[in-house]
């Protein structure tokens, strides 16, 4: 006797399951091209870190001149280069989780 089992159609999005919208990808990229500026952070709805990030380097194209924001200038840019590698290596789920869900701000 052979029983049927239930067949799952997996084209067919779980209804059971809360929507995620998960901004890895968009997050990552930015963060790699435009990082120095925040704009990953905005994009994941960290304002404040965003404007921290900002602020650096405003500081550091005003100071320029100075020679003083050669040394200030790198610093944002680095840290988006840095979170952009590990947004785009981490899972999705494991990137919804620390980042969008328990909201982690840096690394």
């Not at 704009?39 to 709805?45: E, P, Q, Y």
């Not at 960290?46 to 404007?51: A, F, L, P, R, S």
Request: with cysteine; net charge neutral; hydrophobic share 45%.
């Amino acid at each position: 006797m052979e029983t049927t089992r239930p067949t799952e159609d997996w084209n067919k999005p779980n209804h059971d399951l809360p929507r995620q919208e998960n901004k890895k990808i968009l997050a990552g990229i930015l963060a790699i091209l435009l990082g120095s500026l925040g704009v990953h952070k905005f994009i994941l709805g960290y304002n404040q870190e965003g404007i921290i990030l900002l602020s650096i380097s405003i500081v550091g194209y005003a100071t320029i001149c100075l020679l003083v924001g050669v040394f200030i200038i790198w610093i944002p840019g680095l840290i988006g280069l840095i979170e952009g590698i590990i947004y785009l290596t981490k899972s999705d789920e494991e990137f919804y989780t620390t980042y969008q869900l328990n909201k982690r701000p840096w690394f």
